[in-house]
């Protein structure tokens, strides 16, 4: 399988943002997290990826500029939806507060932006 294929879905397919250079950033955040914190994440990222949505906010919630954050347990990781029914992954952080911070939000910001060229 892909190596920037998290989940594929009946719905969507959720994938790592790949940057210009050929780095996932995200996955670094990834490969940092305890594969409990992990199980958890995919349970909702599975979730997204068969029903294409998520309604409840404590996982899954718009945050600004088309970027969403999944949210399982101390983690937050940060995507943006595509026209072609994919969800791009771009940076995973541990949740520090109750709100994203400005920071991992531009990060996100500038990595959909460098990965889709706008």
Not at 46 to 73: M, Q, V
């Amino acid at each position: 399988m892909d190596d920037k294929i998290v989940y594929r879905g009946r719905s969507r397919t959720i994938e790592w943002a790949i940057m210009p250079d050929g780095k996932m950033p995200g996955l670094r955040g990834w490969n940092a997290l305890r594969d409990e914190d992990k199980a958890k994440v995919l349970t909702t990222i599975r979730r997204l990826g068969d029903s294409g949505e998520c309604r409840n906010e404590d996982r899954f919630k718009h945050e600004r500029n088309k970027i969403y954050a999944i949210k399982a347990w101390k983690v937050r990781i940060y995507c943006f939806m595509t026209q072609d029914r994919r969800i791009v992954l771009t940076n995973v952080e541990p949740k520090k507060q109750r709100r994203a911070s400005e920071a991992d939000l531009d990060r996100a910001e500038r990595i959909r932006t460098q990965c889709t060229n706008g």
